[in-house]
């Protein structure tokens, strides 16, 4: 999983809450500007972000961002970017941060979540999604 995400850029959403949680994980939530359930961060897939999210993959799900979605998501969440903001996002010249303020407020995706106790290979909501995030996002935005 670690050499698919390494310097991607990659949107981060937090499943769960933090009802009976560990005082580490909710501290790395917040790391990760990921502190209520259903917002979305944007992150590159460092060595130490990547340690970050193996540590709470029981509580978010995430995955690799497209120029597409990111020109979606500044449409339709009114964020202040422009199609050359986006491509210099993607290619790691500028940070999320210095675009729009993070973490984004997204919707409940329609239909729910697939399940939030088990990882999405098994058919859930938690963990790696690969590309399929576009999709979540979607039904989020």
């Known amino acids: 999983m670690k050499a698919k995400i390494d310097n991607k850029l ?3 959403i937090r499943v769960k809450g933090s009802a ?6 909710n501290e790395t939530l917040a790391r990760l500007n990921l502190k209520r359930v259903n917002n ?15 540590k709470c993959n029981d509580f978010i799900t995430y995955g690799e961002v497209t ?4 020109q979606e998501m ?4 009114k964020l202040q970017a422009t199609s050359d903001d986006i491509r210099l996002l993607l290619d790691g010249k500028k ?7 993070l973490p984004i407020r997204m919707h409940p995706p329609r239909k729910g979540y697939e399940g939030i106790k088990r990882g999405y290979s098994n ?3 938690l963990g790696y999604r ?7 996002i979607q039904r989020m935005m």
């Open 10 to 12: 990659l949107a981060l």
């Open 20 to 25: 009976g949680t560990r005082r580490s994980i």
């Open 40 to 54: 979305l961060t944007l992150l590159y897939g460092t060595p130490s972000n990547i340690g970050m999210i193996t």
């Open 67 to 70: 120029q597409e979605l990111l």
């Open 74 to 77: 500044v449409e339709r969440k």
């Open 95 to 101: 940070s999320a941060k210095e675009l729009t303020n």
């Open 123 to 125: 058919k859930g909501a």
């Open 130 to 136: 690969g590309e399929k995030i576009a999709e979540l």
